[in-house]
């Protein structure tokens, strides 16, 4: 059977962001949120504070960082850090603590940790979840 290809609007991004449960849509939800196209939208989401999936979002902004630098994707690269460029103000220390650790890995892809990155253990130790 052949799946047809879902793209997660903008505003089902949002809907979903602002929902008091944890269940995700579908299985895959954060791989297909988790794009550079939505990076502007997932940082915004990250940086409310009242944002319900706030740690399951800051996870998906460490992914795009982690995935874009470890594949050496520079228009993806290119994009982050004009996005980092725009959160380096942020008065949340979560936020600002994604951005130095975006800016660190993407200055030396050696301190590249894919556990890190890609899996929520930088999202796990800024926003721990709620079990």
């Known amino acids: 059977m052949i799946i047809p290809f879902f793209i997660p609007s903008s505003l089902s991004i949002t ?9 995700k849509s579908i299985p895959e939800w954060d791989e297909l949120i ?5 990076a502007d939208l997932l940082l915004t989401l990250a940086s409310d504070q009242n944002c319900p ?8 902004l460490y ?3 982690g995935t874009s630098a470890s594949k050496h994707i520079d ?5 982050i850090n004009m996005l980092l460029d725009k959160a380096k103000s942020s008065p949340d220390q979560v936020i600002l603590n994604w951005v ?7 200055g030396d892809l050696r301190k590249f940790d ?3 990155w ?4 930088f999202s796990e130790k800024d926003l721990p979840a709620v079990h």
Not at 100 to 106: A, D, E, F, H, T
């Open 15 to 23: 809907k979903w962001a602002y929902q008091k449960s944890k269940l």
């Open 63 to 65: 992914s795009l960082v």
């Open 75 to 79: 228009v993806d690269i290119v994009k």
């Open 100 to 106: 130095n650790r975006s800016r660190m890995i993407l």
């Open 53 to 60: 999936q706030r740690a399951s979002i800051l996870k998906c």
């Open 34 to 38: 988790t794009t550079i196209e939505n």
């Open 118 to 121: 890609c899996r929520g253990g």
């Open 114 to 116: 894919y556990i890190e």
